[in-house]
């Protein structure tokens, strides 16, 4: 099942990439795509939150305290719903990773050292 996910992944990226390059861009747009992109990507593929039910590894959940996108509130609801779920919440907002990469790259390093 999951090398199975795993194609379905490398073929999605293959058809994306022949996409894009069809449309005359670059394959590295698909790696920064445009917020349109992001929110048609997203209401086109949904969030399977069953799916986390069936997550048997230990699995970090990042929430930025100030996350106007992803509030706290809808991060801890993900958070509880996976069986092996941690939950931790860092100062700042939405671009929290990339603003701080240095706190965000230790609390996941931090993470997988306990893991």
Not at 54 to 59: H, I, N
Not at 63 to 76: I, V
Request: proline fraction near 7%; hydrophobic fraction near 40%.
């Amino acid at each position: 099942m999951r090398q199975q996910r795993g194609q379905d992944v490398v073929s999605g990226l293959r058809r994306k990439i022949g996409q894009v390059e069809s449309e005359g861009r670059s394959p590295a747009s698909v790696a920064d795509p445009t917020p349109a992109e992001v929110l048609a990507t997203m209401a086109r593929e949904g969030f399977d939150s069953a799916a986390l039910n069936s997550l048997p590894v230990q699995t970090l959940v990042l929430m930025a305290s100030s996350d106007d996108l992803c509030p706290p509130s809808a991060m801890a609801g993900v958070a509880a719903s996976l069986p092996h779920g941690a939950l931790l919440e860092l100062d700042g907002d939405h671009s929290l990773f990339y603003e701080q990469p240095d706190l965000w790259n230790r609390a996941v390093l931090d993470f997988l050292d306990r893991t």
